[in-house]
């Protein structure tokens, strides 16, 4: 398979991606219409639920925003290069994470940088 074809595949995977996550958000963002005003009793656990699917609809624009960036570098042709060190990415790595932009090793950088600010 040539290189082309490759990153092709990988971008038809991210946009696939990218359409189911952008569905996941549409159904939790209904979810918190439709939650309604709460009872007494229930405010706690309502305003607990309403938090948890903001959190979790908020994780999700993140990764929208990861696929949109990794739908870019893969239309560039360097799908799958880490851009921190320009090494190969795995692609175990790219089939559980696609829209993953730094090796297994650089990504713990990053994050080890990132927990002490």
């Known amino acids: 398979m040539d290189a082309t074809t490759t990153n092709q595949l990988a971008i ?5 991606e990218r359409r189911e996550t952008e569905e996941k958000i549409d159904h939790l963002r209904m979810d918190l219409r439709h939650m309604g005003e709460p009872t007494a009793d229930e405010t706690d656990i309502d305003a607990y639920e309403r938090e948890k699917t903001l959190a979790l609809v908020q994780s999700m624009e993140r990764k929208l925003e990861s696929l ?4 870019l570098i893969a239309q560039r042709g360097t799908y799958g290069i880490c851009e921190q060190c320009g090494t190969r990415i795995d692609p175990a790595r790219l089939d559980i994470l696609p829209h993953a932009t730094l090796c297994l090793k650089c990504q713990r950088d990053f994050e080890r940088r ?3 600010i």
């Open 114 to 116: 990132n927990r002490r």
């Open 68 to 71: 949109d960036r990794a739908i």
């Open 12 to 16: 038809d995977k991210l946009r696939q």
